[in-house]
């Protein structure tokens, strides 16, 4: 079992429409709960940023952490043709003594049809 | 634009050499972190540097290396290529070590072995 699970899609849903992206994980120790979006041949671009449970809203965009059940969500609001990318969630234990890194899911690739 | 580059865009090499990649942290970061994403998935951690030294490695083999200079720039060098290695290879930098310390992503290189 992958430490991070992420629907790869594609989704695709119409203009306007209401986004739920979602991730699984397996390890208890990560605390900090990221989402990047990533547009084709570029690099991933941090857009919400949460410490442990609990929801963040900024814009269109929200981000839960479920960390009981280990389950994050992201949710996009008023989607537009511009919001069509591969959306990463990403995690960080921050053990202390050393890096871990992110730990990324696959990355689900979201359309957004005009 | 997150102020981080990386050199080159794209890149072939045969099985068996040797590449560097290079990147140049956005001003005011003194840690830099390197990521592997294949295609399909999601970035995958290499290292991260700080200060010169090695501060954290992900699972991958020595033969993965790599050097952090004064100026905070970095390169991540590869011997002994194989085919599995073609991936984008994406640097980030970030002010700190720990996971609140947001990390700013390259837009890439990428790196084809023939």
């Known amino acids: 079992q992958k430490e991070v699970e992420q629907d790869p899609g594609p989704l695709s849903v119409p203009e306007g429409a209401i986004v739920s992206l979602n991730c699984t994980y397996s390890n208890s120790a990560f605390q900090y709960f990221m989402w990047y979006r990533q547009y084709s041949r570029k690099g991933p671009e941090l857009l919400m940023y949460?410490?442990?449970?609990g929801n963040k809203e900024d814009g269109r965009f929200t981000a839960q952490v479920d960390k009981s059940s280990k389950y994050i969500s992201l949710f996009i609001r008023d989607s537009q043709p511009s919001d069509s990318a591969t959306y990463l969630c990403?995690?960080?234990?921050?053990?202390?003594?050393?890096?871990?890194?992110?730990?990324f899911g696959k990355g689900t690739h979201l359309i957004i049809q005009p | 634009e997150t102020g981080v580059t990386q050199s080159p865009t794209h890149l072939i090499k045969t099985r068996g050499q040797q590449v560097t990649l290079r990147c140049s942290s956005q001003?005011?970061?003194?840690?830099v972190s390197w990521y592997q994403q294949a295609l399909g998935q999601g970035p995958q951690f290499i290292f991260q540097y700080y200060r010169e030294e090695e501060n954290g490695r992900g699972n991958f083999p020595p033969r993965f290396s790599g050097l952090q200079f004064p100026n905070y720039s970095s390169e991540l060098n590869v011997n002994a290529l194989e085919l599995d290695d073609s991936a984008l290879y994406l640097c980030?930098?970030?002010?700190?070590?720990?996971?609140?310390?947001?990390?700013?992503f390259g837009p890439g290189t990428r790196l084809t072995v023939l």
């Open positions: 980030a930098s970030s002010s700190g070590t720990t996971s609140y310390n947001e990390q700013f």
């Open positions: 001003s005011g970061h003194n840690t």
């Open positions: 949460t410490y442990s449970s």
């Open positions: 990403a995690m960080s234990a921050n053990l202390g003594g050393g890096a871990d890194g992110l730990t």
